[in-house]
């Protein structure tokens, strides 16, 4: 007699399996911990064989009927429905092996060590919050363009449209990266260039005026807060490295008899070693920091923890202190003070600047500079720079440059 629900729900386990047949070799096993499971019994090249189907109630009776059906309907085309569901199994097994966001993931192991640690998290971050709940278990070779667009549609309709811009980026590395391991054809990101609204770039705040300038610059002579902090921005525009070099600067990197800064290729941006010159000005500051803070590994050390560097927003918090607006300077736009008055009033050879300010320079050859290219003539520029700021310092209403720098 045929299985009806209320003879399923009514089925109670006892100390031995129970097979309550429906038909066509379909039956319901109720086990002795109380499991229903569906199986179908069938006959292949011969031999008798068994077809798990899930158990009740989240498969039906009639859902369980169907798929009886579906397997009866293989074995009459001379196929094994077992061999069918094995290789499905086998099938979802390898999509889940190779959907983005396992890739994702493995990118991420594979290059994080080579980035700074707050990339890295940010990286992933951005993939798990904005990318994997909407393209993450799908098989990375089968994602689309206008999937990803989705995605990052998602994240521009908040507002974030820089961060969608910055996503596009790191999912096509991903892609890139499945393409190269063989796991996906193309990079789909790429066929997004021009699908987003373009993001107006906002400069850093910066003082680029000679004048305004030297009103800076004698503000922080006078400044009354940190004496650290104090020392940190005075030797800020001395050697405008970006303001988490600064901060991380290490003693053991300051070369006190040739008068240079060491800094490792892991604290950098582009990743490779970078050696600044220090002027006269650069090592009186160090020379006065010296006994305060040389004991400990960091220059700027914070003001809690001699263990930890000065804080992210301490330099821009005394800006403010001293009353400048975050729409007038910042403690990045000491770089781009240097590079303005370098190229515009001293005349400085543009790629001497652009070395020292660790951007990517190459020669004619579209060879990449090493460390110590131009060294000398670096040299001369950073002395050449420490004494044109002392000249804005001491001129208050006439501003004139020093001679000409070397070209």
Known sequence: MPLSDVKIRNAKPSSKQQKFFDGGGLFLLVTPAGGKLWRLKYRFLGKEKLLAMGSYPEVTLSEARQRRDEARKLLAKGVDPGEVKRAQRVSAISAAAESFEVIAREWHTKFAPTWSAGHAANNMIRLEKDVFPIIGDRPIKDIRAPELLAALRRVES??????????RTICGQVFRYAVATGRAERDPAADLKGALPSVKKKRMAAITDPAKAGALLRAI???????????????APLVFVRPGELRHAEWAEIDFDRAEWNIPAEKMKMKESHLVPLSKQAMDILRELEPLTAAGRYVFPGGRSVARPLSNNAINAALRRMGFSKEEMTAHGFRAMARTLLDEVLHVRPDFIEHQLAHAVRDPLGRAYNRTSHLEERRKMMQHWADYLDSLKENERKVVPLHRAHS
């Open 158 to 167: 908040r507002g974030a449209l820089e961060m969608a811009h910055r996503i």
């Open 221 to 235: 002579d006078g400044y009354d807060g940190s004496f650290i902090v104090k020392c940190a921005m005075r030797l």
